[in-house]
Nanobody, 124 residues
Framework: QVQLVESGGGLVQAGDSLRLSCAAS????????MGWFRQAPGKEREFVAG?????????YANYANSLKARFTISRANSKVFLQMNSLKPEDTAVYYC????????????????WGQGTQVTVSS
């Protein structure tokens, strides 16, 4: 069974950084679109960032406009990472890794696989 396993969440203070990691259980995911979503309490799940395969070992990165100045997504085949800097209390959410055979956007309806989620809490 395919799995996406996330790690790296935690409790930090405003202004701190965190790096989330996600590893797929199968190497075939190297050609999938992989990325991150988040869901804060009482809010809809939202797209954070994604990586789309363009050539062997090469990926195109895209971001939610409001986050691209502070968040950086990177990819190593079937692993995807999210570096989050200058964290704010409003970044508090459960962060989910997702993978799709096509694209990732919006609320993640195109996702074929999801991780279990990792909690990120930013205190003020």
């Amino acid at each position: 069974q395919v799995q996406l396993v996330e790690s790296g969440g935690g409790l930090v203070q405003a202004g701190d950084s965190l790096r989330l990691s996600c590893a797929a259980s199968e190497r075939t995911f190297s050609a999938y679109t992989m990325g991150w979503f988040r869901q804060a309490p009482g809010k809809e799940r939202e797209f954070v960032a994604g990586t789309t395969w363009t050539a062997p070992g090469t990926y195109y990165a895209n971001y939610a406009n409001s986050l691209k100045a502070r968040f950086t997504i990177s990819r190593a085949n079937s692993k995807v990472f999210l570096q989050m800097n200058s964290l704010k209390p409003e970044d508090t959410a459960v962060y989910y890794c997702a993978a799709s055979r096509t694209v990732l956007s919006g609320t993640g309806r195109e996702a074929d696989y999801w991780g279990q989620g990792t909690q990120v809490t930013v205190s003020s």
